[in-house]
Every structure is written in structure tokens, then in C-alpha cells.
């Protein structure tokens, strides 16, 4: 795959007021993000409300979710919210959508949790319905044939068809395959996968990783929130993992080019407690 400029995003999940949120959505733009996101879990913002609040602050940044539990809506439903988003925020919506995976949270909804089969089906068709619900779409969204859509997992068949049908692929993690992996087997099988699924395309997709921590000193680093992601993993394999980058400024900005000359990844979103220390990095790489 050829190489892309790098882009960076990262994704915002705390909103105590509208005026520390813009205030938070102004700064991260003002470091050098690409692309302000919004997860998609209960008990945290609703996406879609809190991009547009973002957007009246911003002025270049992209606007995105990261990523949305297809599970939690229907295609007419979301094509409305997504059109309706990208107008008012001037066409910066990017459309970023999973399977969803939290079972407690569909329990919480009120919906069945389907198999996992069945829940990438529903990805698959909520992705073929946006398309063909976007073209006549009123009120249009400003952006056409639609806002670009992410498509972010980690197992075989989401990433086999995102690399197919999105314009964006997104890595979600890379867990180690056996006990002398430090995760980047893994990854490299995911981004070969990921290779060949889209070798027919005429315009090969974005590649992005979700970096689930960002450490310059990985000795006092806490992993409280990387436990949860990647549970019975001593915290020296877990530092090693893929979605983790620990060093100088300097050295996780190599670690960075070298993904995007191994893996071809470009683009890379972090999480928002790392949106400072990651900010360093970003301008060693522009």
C-alpha cells in the first residue's frame, strides 16, 4: 500500500460542561489533531450532540466517531443522524462504526444481544443501506456520495470487509497470538489480511490504529485502563503491546514511522488521556 500523510486523532470521552468541552475540543485542535472523536458506550456523551458542540469551536479539525455500536441503531434512523450531523458541522463528519461488543450495554438498551455472527451481519448491511440511503438523502449531507466511513474491529471477517468497502480501516488491537508474541505477530497478520482483502480496490483505504496509551515514563506508567483491554497479560507484556507506545517523544515518533513503513498504518488516534503527551509526538512528525 502506498504511504499517506499521517493523520491524528484523538477520542474525547468526558464531557462535564458545554464550556469545558469546547474548551478541551479548542486545545486538542490547537495541538496538531487531525480529527476530534467520540466513542459510542452508555454512560458516556452521546456522539453526535457532542461533535457538533466541538465543531462550533474548531475550525479545521475533522470531526468523528470512534466508533459507533452499529447494533444500537437501525439504517434510516442513522442515515438521518449522520446527514443531518455532517450539515451542521460543514462537512467534517467522519463516520466511524463497530459491531459493538459490550453485552451489558445492549442489556442496559434494552436489546438483544446477538451472536457475534449476527452482529457483524448488521454491520455489513448498515453500511450497504447508509450508501444507497445517502443519495437521496434529504437534508443531503454536505459531503458526497456521504461522509467517509471507518470501519474498526479486530477479528477476521470486520477487517476483511472494511478493507474491502470502507474508506477507512480501523485496527481496534492486536493481543498476542502465543506466549513469545509481544502482539505485533498478531498485527502483522491483521494488516496482511487487511492487505489482500483490498488489493483489488481502485483506491486502497486509510489505515488506522487505535493507541490505547501513550507513556514517557513506562515505569510509572499506570495500566489500570489496559488491564481491562488485555486481561492476564503481566503489565511488561502489556507495555510491549501494539497500542502502546512508550519512550522519549523521540523514540515513540520513530515507533510511529516505522508502523507506517512496516504496516502501512498513517493514521492514529489516541485516547484522550494521553492527548498531551502525545501532542509532543505529533510535532515531531509534521
Same mark, same amino acid.
Request: hydrophobic share 45%; with cysteine; glycine share 8%.
Given at each position: 500500500?502506498?504511504?499517506?500523510?499521517? @493523520?491524528?486523532? =484523538?477520542?474525547?470521552?468526558?464531557?462535564?460542561?458545554?464550556?469545558?468541552?469546547?474548551?478541551?475540543?479548542?486545545?486538542?485542535?490547537?495541538? &496538531?489533531?487531525? =480529527?476530534?472523536?467520540?466513542?459510542?458506550?452508555?454512560?458516556?456523551?452521546?456522539?453526535?450532540?457532542?461533535?457538533?458542540?466541538?465543531?462550533?469551536?474548531?475550525?479545521?479539525?475533522? /470531526?468523528?466517531?470512534?466508533?459507533?455500536?452499529?447494533?444500537?441503531?437501525?439504517?434510516?434512523?442513522?442515515? @438521518?443522524?449522520?446527514?443531518?450531523?455532517?450539515?451542521? #458541522?460543514?462537512?467534517?463528519?467522519?463516520?466511524?462504526?463497530?459491531?459493538?461488543?459490550?453485552?451489558?450495554?445492549?442489556?442496559?438498551?434494552?436489546?438483544?444481544?446477538?451472536? %457475534?455472527?449476527?452482529? #457483524?451481519?448488521?454491520?455489513?448491511?448498515?453500511?450497504?443501506?447508509?450508501?444507497?440511503?445517502?443519495?437521496?438523502?434529504?437534508?443531503?449531507?454536505?459531503?458526497? *456520495?456521504?461522509?467517509?466511513?471507518?470501519?474498526?474491529?479486530?477479528? +477476521?471477517?470486520?477487517?476483511?470487509?472494511?478493507?474491502?468497502?470502507?474508506?477507512?480501516?480501523?485496527?481496534?488491537?492486536?493481543? +498476542?497470538?502465543?506466549?513469545?508474541?509481544?502482539?505485533?505477530?498478531?498485527?502483522?497478520?491483521?494488516?496482511?489480511?487487511?492487505?489482500?482483502?483490498?488489493?483489488? @480496490?481502485?483506491?486502497? *483505504?486509510? /489505515?488506522?490504529?487505535? #493507541?490505547?496509551?501513550?507513556?514517557?515514563?513506562?515505569?510509572?506508567?499506570?495500566?489500570?485502563?489496559?488491564?481491562?483491554?488485555?486481561?492476564? /497479560?503481566?503489565?511488561?507484556?502489556?507495555?510491549?503491546? $501494539? &497500542?502502546?507506545?512508550?519512550?522519549? $517523544?523521540?523514540?515513540? %515518533?520513530?515507533?510511529?514511522?516505522?508502523?507506517?513503513?512496516?504496516?502501512?498504518?498513517?493514521?492514529?488516534? =489516541?485516547?484522550?488521556?494521553?492527548?498531551?503527551?502525545?501532542?509532543?509526538?505529533?510535532?515531531?512528525?509534521?
Amino acid at each position: 500500500m502506498s504511504a499517506r500523510p499521517f @493523520r491524528f486523532g =484523538v477520542n474525547m470521552a468526558i464531557c462535564e460542561s458545554r464550556a469545558k468541552w469546547q474548551d478541551k475540543a479548542r486545545r486538542a485542535e490547537s495541538l &496538531g489533531y487531525d =480529527v476530534i472523536q467520540v466513542p459510542d458506550h452508555l454512560g458516556l456523551p452521546a456522539p453526535f450532540p457532542a461533535l457538533a458542540a466541538a465543531a462550533e469551536v474548531t475550525t479545521t479539525a475533522r /470531526l468523528g466517531t470512534y466508533v459507533l455500536n452499529a447494533g444500537f441503531y437501525r439504517p434510516a434512523l442513522l442515515a @438521518r443522524e449522520v446527514a443531518t450531523t455532517d450539515l451542521l #458541522v460543514d462537512g467534517r463528519l467522519e463516520l466511524g462504526l463497530g459491531t459493538g461488543y459490550v453485552k451489558e450495554e445492549f442489556d442496559a438498551a434494552g436489546l438483544p444481544f446477538p451472536s %457475534a455472527g449476527e452482529r #457483524v451481519d448488521h454491520l455489513t448491511h448498515t453500511v450497504s443501506e447508509l450508501r444507497r440511503l445517502f443519495a437521496d438523502h434529504q437534508p443531503p449531507p454536505v459531503q458526497q *456520495p456521504g461522509p467517509p466511513i471507518m470501519i474498526a474491529g479486530t477479528g +477476521p471477517r470486520v477487517l476483511r470487509f472494511a478493507a474491502e468497502h470502507a474508506d477507512i480501516v480501523g485496527i481496534a488491537g492486536a493481543l +498476542p497470538i502465543d506466549d513469545n508474541d509481544t502482539g505485533h505477530a498478531a498485527l502483522a497478520k491483521k494488516m496482511d489480511l487487511v492487505r489482500a482483502a483490498a488489493a483489488s @480496490r481502485e483506491t486502497e *483505504p486509510e /489505515l488506522n490504529l487505535l #493507541v490505547q496509551g501513550v507513556f514517557t515514563d513506562a515505569s510509572t506508567a499506570d495500566l489500570t485502563f489496559q488491564r481491562q483491554l488485555a486481561p492476564g /497479560l503481566s503489565d511488561e507484556r502489556i507495555r510491549k503491546l $501494539p &497500542g502502546i507506545l512508550s519512550g522519549s $517523544p523521540s523514540a515513540i %515518533a520513530d515507533t510511529v514511522r516505522e508502523y507506517r513503513e512496516t504496516y502501512g498504518l498513517t493514521y492514529f488516534s =489516541v485516547v484522550e488521556f494521553s492527548m498531551d503527551t502525545f501532542a509532543e509526538v505529533i510535532a515531531l512528525l509534521r
